[in-house]
C-alpha cells in the first residue's frame, strides 16, 4: 500500500478505523477531521506512543464523532521510544477519558499488557488448496428437512396455465432456496407477499381486454419500497403494448417460447432462472447500504499486503478484538472450507462441510449477519466439529464475508456462552469487503 487513502467518518466510524488499522499493522500517519476537532497519530506498526491524559481526552471528543473524515499516509515512521498503545486500546482509553472514567487505572497493567510489540492473536491458518474430492450437492435434501433455513425468497408466478412452471423448473428453484407461490388473474396478485413476480401469458389473448388490470399490478410492484422486481413472460411483437410495459415500471421482458420441445423448454428455463437470480440479487444490494468507492479502497488496501494469507490474518485479528474465539469459513461450489482462525482447535483433517448445512447456506445466499444459533438444529454439529468443539453456544456470530455483490465466505465466531457486543461495524466491513481477504 502507498498511495494516501482517505474516506468519511459517517460510513466507517473512528473507533472501527482504529481497530483495523490496529489489526493490519501498517506504518504512517493517521488524520481525523471532525466537527469536534481533529487528531494526528503517528503509526508504527500498528502502535502509537503512550499518549498524555489531555491528549487521550481531546481524542476522545475526535473519536465519539461521527461527521468527518479520514487520511491515512503509508509510509516509515521511527520506531516509538518509551511506552506504546496499540491503536486498538488507544481508541478505548480515549473514549474512557472522554466520558471521565478511570484512564489512570486503563492505563496501567491492563493496557500495558496489550500494547506489547508481539501481543497478537495467534491466527491459525490451514492450507489454501481446495479439497480433493468434491462433495455432490445435496441441497434439495433441506427442502423436506429444513425448509425455513432454506427459503430465501417467494417467487410469484401469475400464470394460467402452472403446468409450464410445474416439474423440473419448480424443483431447481427449490433447490435454488426459492418458495414458488401461483396466482391465476391479476387480481389475486399479492405484490406485498412475494419478493419477485414473473408474469407469463402464452398468448397476446389471454390479456387482451384486461390491459388496465396488469398496468395496475406493475405499477403497485414499482411503487413498494424496495421495488417489486416483475419479469414479463409474452409474446412481444406489440411494439406499443410493450412501451405501457416498460413505462409502468417492467424489470425484464422475455418472449414466450412458442414450442414444447424440451431444448427449448430447458433454454427458456435456465433463461428466466438467470434473470430471477439477478434481480433478487440487486433488490438485496439495494436493501444494504453500500460503502463509497473511498472507504472500501482503503480497507482493501489494508487487507490486501504482500503475504497471500495476511488478509485473511487480519481480518481474525479486527475479530478478535470483539470475540474469544473466530474462523473464517470459504464458501466453494458445493461446501464451505475452513480457511483460518484463532481460538478453535482446528484440524486439518477435518475442514470441509457440505453447502447443505441449512444455517450456513441462508447466509451465503441472503448475505445477512446471524447473531443466535440453536446449538441442537440440523448441521450445527457439523459445524461445530468442523471447528474442533462439541458443541457451539447460542450466542454464536455467523458474518458474511461480501464480495461485490455475493458472499465470499463466513466468518463463525462466539464468546463462550457470553453475550455478544455490539457488532454492527464489524458487519458492515466484513459485509462489504471480507472477500478480499479469502481470495
Same mark, same amino acid.
Given at each position: 500500500?502507498?498511495?494516501?487513502?482517505?474516506?468519511?467518518?459517517?460510513?466507517?466510524?473512528?473507533?472501527?478505523?482504529?481497530?483495523?488499522?490496529?489489526?493490519?499493522?501498517?506504518?504512517?500517519?493517521?488524520?481525523?477531521?471532525?466537527?469536534?476537532?481533529?487528531?494526528?497519530?503517528? !503509526?508504527?506498526?500498528?502502535?502509537?506512543?503512550?499518549p498524555?491524559?489531555?491528549?487521550?481526552v481531546?481524542? *476522545?471528543?475526535?473519536?465519539?464523532?461521527r461527521?468527518?473524515?479520514?487520511?491515512?499516509?503509508?509510509?516509515?515512521?521511527?520506531?516509538?521510544?518509551?511506552?506504546?498503545?496499540?491503536?486498538?486500546?488507544?481508541?478505548?482509553?480515549?473514549? +474512557?477519558?472522554?466520558?471521565?472514567?478511570e484512564?489512570?487505572?486503563?492505563?496501567?497493567?491492563?493496557?500495558?499488557?496489550v500494547s506489547?510489540?508481539?501481543?497478537?492473536?495467534?491466527?491459525?491458518?490451514?492450507?489454501?488448496?481446495?479439497?480433493?474430492?468434491?462433495?455432490?450437492?445435496?441441497?434439495?435434501?433441506?427442502?423436506?428437512?429444513?425448509?425455513?433455513?432454506?427459503?430465501?425468497a417467494?417467487?410469484?408466478?401469475?400464470?394460467?396455465?402452472? $403446468?409450464?412452471?410445474r *416439474?423440473?423448473?419448480?424443483?431447481?428453484?427449490?433447490?435454488?432456496?426459492?418458495?414458488?407461490?401461483?396466482?391465476?388473474?391479476?387480481?389475486?396478485?399479492?405484490?406485498?407477499?412475494?419478493?419477485l413476480l414473473?408474469?407469463?401469458?402464452?398468448?397476446?389473448?389471454?390479456?387482451?381486454?384486461?390491459e388496465?388490470?396488469?398496468?395496475?399490478?406493475?405499477g $403497485?410492484?414499482?411503487? +413498494?419500497?424496495?421495488?417489486?422486481?416483475?419479469?414479463?413472460? +409474452?409474446? =412481444?411483437?406489440?411494439a406499443?403494448?410493450?412501451h405501457?410495459?416498460?413505462?409502468?415500471?417492467?424489470?425484464?421482458?422475455?418472449?414466450?417460447?412458442?414450442?414444447?420441445?424440451?431444448?427449448?423448454?430447458?433454454?427458456?428455463?435456465?433463461? !428466466?432462472?438467470?434473470?430471477?437470480?439477478r434481480l433478487?440479487?440487486?433488490?438485496?444490494?439495494?436493501?444494504?447500504?453500500? =460503502?463509497?468507492?473511498?472507504?472500501?479502497?482503503?480497507?482493501?488496501?489494508?487487507?490486501?499486503?504482500?503475504?497471500p494469507?495476511?488478509?485473511?490474518?487480519?481480518?481474525?485479528?479486527?475479530?478478535?478484538?470483539?470475540?474469544?474465539?473466530?474462523?473464517?469459513?470459504?464458501?466453494?461450489?458445493?461446501?464451505?472450507?475452513?480457511?483460518?482462525?484463532f *481460538?478453535?482447535?482446528?484440524d486439518?483433517?477435518?475442514?470441509?462441510?457440505?453447502?447443505e448445512v441449512?444455517?450456513?447456506?441462508?447466509v451465503?445466499?441472503?448475505?445477512?449477519?446471524?447473531?443466535?444459533?440453536?446449538?441442537?438444529?440440523?448441521?450445527? *454439529?457439523?459445524?461445530?466439529?468442523?471447528?474442533?468443539?462439541?458443541?457451539?453456544p447460542? +450466542?454464536?456470530a455467523?458474518?458474511?464475508?461480501?464480495?461485490?455483490?455475493?458472499?465470499?465466505?463466513?466468518?463463525?465466531?462466539?464468546?463462550?456462552?457470553?453475550?455478544?457486543?455490539?457488532?454492527?461495524? =464489524? !458487519?458492515?466491513?466484513?459485509?462489504?469487503?471480507?472477500?478480499?481477504a479469502?481470495?
Amino acid at each position: 500500500m502507498k498511495r494516501v487513502l482517505s474516506g468519511s467518518l459517517e460510513h466507517l466510524a473512528p473507533a472501527a478505523l482504529l481497530r483495523l488499522v490496529s489489526a493490519t499493522s501498517p506504518s504512517g500517519i493517521l488524520e481525523l477531521e471532525t466537527a469536534d476537532g481533529s487528531l494526528r497519530l503517528e !503509526v508504527d506498526r500498528g502502535r502509537v506512543k503512550m499518549p498524555s491524559r489531555s491528549e487521550l481526552v481531546s481524542a *476522545g471528543r475526535v473519536l465519539a464523532c461521527r461527521r468527518g473524515e479520514f487520511r491515512f499516509s503509508p509510509h516509515e515512521v521511527e520506531p516509538h521510544e518509551g511506552e506504546v498503545l496499540s491503536l486498538t486500546a488507544f481508541a478505548e482509553t480515549a473514549g +474512557a477519558a472522554a466520558s471521565n472514567l478511570e484512564v489512570d487505572r486503563l492505563l496501567g497493567e491492563e493496557f500495558l499488557e496489550v500494547s506489547l510489540p508481539l501481543s497478537r492473536t495467534n491466527i491459525h491458518v490451514l492450507p489454501s488448496e481446495p479439497s480433493q474430492n468434491p462433495l455432490d450437492d445435496l441441497l434439495a435434501d433441506l427442502e423436506v428437512d429444513a425448509p425455513s433455513e432454506l427459503l430465501i425468497a417467494r417467487v410469484g408466478v401469475a400464470v394460467q396455465d402452472p $403446468r409450464w412452471w410445474r *416439474g423440473s423448473l419448480e424443483r431447481e428453484w427449490r433447490r435454488r432456496g426459492w418458495r414458488v407461490r401461483f396466482f391465476s388473474v391479476a387480481e389475486d396478485v399479492d405484490v406485498d407477499d412475494v419478493d419477485l413476480l414473473v408474469v407469463h401469458h402464452q398468448q397476446a389473448s389471454s390479456w387482451a381486454g384486461r390491459e388496465n388490470y396488469w398496468l395496475q399490478v406493475i405499477g $403497485r410492484a414499482a411503487a +413498494a419500497d424496495p421495488p417489486l422486481p416483475v419479469v414479463w413472460v +409474452a409474446p =412481444l411483437g406489440d411494439a406499443g403494448w410493450v412501451h405501457q410495459l416498460i413505462e409502468a415500471g417492467v424489470s425484464f421482458l422475455i418472449p414466450a417460447p412458442q414450442a414444447e420441445a424440451s431444448e427449448i423448454m430447458a433454454r427458456f428455463g435456465a433463461d !428466466v432462472s438467470l434473470v430471477v437470480e439477478r434481480l433478487l440479487q440487486a433488490r438485496r444490494s439495494e436493501e444494504r447500504s453500500a =460503502l463509497p468507492s473511498g472507504v472500501t479502497e482503503f480497507v482493501s488496501a489494508l487487507l490486501s499486503e504482500r503475504e497471500p494469507d495476511q488478509g485473511i490474518s487480519s481480518l481474525l485479528q479486527v475479530a478478535a478484538e470483539h470475540f474469544e474465539r473466530g474462523a473464517v469459513l470459504m464458501a466453494e461450489e458445493t461446501t464451505v472450507r475452513c480457511r483460518a482462525g484463532f *481460538g478453535y482447535p482446528l484440524d486439518r483433517n477435518s475442514t470441509t462441510l457440505l453447502r447443505e448445512v441449512g444455517l450456513l447456506e441462508h447466509v451465503i445466499r441472503t448475505g445477512e449477519a446471524v447473531m443466535a444459533i440453536d446449538p441442537e438444529s440440523g448441521g450445527v *454439529g457439523g459445524l461445530a466439529e468442523v471447528l474442533g468443539v462439541s458443541e457451539l453456544p447460542a +450466542a454464536t456470530a455467523l458474518i458474511p464475508l461480501g464480495r461485490g455483490g455475493g458472499v465470499a465466505g463466513i466468518l463463525v465466531a462466539d464468546r463462550q456462552g457470553r453475550e455478544l457486543p455490539d457488532l454492527d461495524d =464489524l !458487519v458492515l466491513l466484513a459485509g462489504r469487503l471480507g472477500g478480499a481477504a479469502v481470495r
